[in-house]
């Protein structure tokens, strides 16, 4: 099954970002129908059934259109330089579930190959909500990334460091500061501190965030 809804890259485009993502919707056919309905206008170049099945809707070399407005680490506009990647899950609206530990499985062996593929550096493995995070929510709090960490995709620790200014660190991470500051923590915490999502700069918070940006900058 290929998607109608791609375009080409801009000219030189590198392809160094993944960004991961659930559907949203009921199920795996509704998500299959909105991603190759040419009126949507939205897609992706993968999608994970909750079986582990994995179906390439849009070839890597061209721009799916899955992230929309986006930012992350200075770079704008990221259909043009990532692949994207959709994990079939009812999401917060339809009564978000824990991802099938054969959907992880599967994702894992599909990032693998495609980090073998692009020059996709650790820190720009990132969720739709790290770069869209006053839009969107997912892959969410129950997306396990300790264990992608765990695999060699995207960065994670259990680490708390001193934060001297938390704008800062969320800044270096890669987050957009134009957007608002608590909708920013929150989408930090939903990423690295799932256990408390309140978009409130707590010292954990903080202890975190100041960690995480030294494993970004290495990474």
């Known amino acids: 099954m290929i998607s ?3 375009d080409d890259r801009p000219a030189g485009a590198l392809v160094d970002h993944l960004v991961l993502h659930y559907t949203g919707m009921k199920s795996a056919d509704a998500a299959k129908a ?9 897609s992706a170049h993968y999608l994970v059934e909750e079986n582990g099945s994995v179906l390439c809707l849009v070839p890597e070399q061209c721009r799916a259109w899955h992230a929309g407005v986006s930012y992350w680490r200075g770079v704008c506009g990221l259909n043009d330089r990532s692949i994207g990647i959709e994990l079939v899950n009812p999401g917060h609206e339809l009564g978000y579930t824990p991802f ?4 992880i499985e599967s994702l894992i062996r599909l990032c693998v190959g495609i980090l073998a593929r692009h ?23 129950k997306f396990p990334w300790a264990i992608l960490a765990k695999a060699g995709i995207g960065l994670w620790t259990d680490r708390k460091t001193e934060s001297r ?55």
């Open 100 to 103: 099938s530990d054969r959907q």
């Open 119 to 141: 020059p996709i550096r650790q820190r720009n493995i990132v969720g739709h909500s790290d770069i869209a995070p006053d839009r969107k929510r997912d892959p969410g709090e």
């Open 34 to 42: 909105r991603l190759c309905d040419p009126a949507t206008k939205v």
């Open 165 to 219: 200014d938390i704008a800062a660190d969320l800044g270096a991470i890669g987050y957009d500061l134009s957007v608002n500051y608590s909708t920013v923590v929150a989408a930090f915490q939903r990423r690295f501190r799932p256990g408390s999502i309140n978009g409130v700069p707590d010292e954990e918070t903080q202890a975190r965030a100041a960690a995480i940006r030294v494993l970004m900058d290495n990474n």
């Open 4 to 6: 109608e809804n791609f």
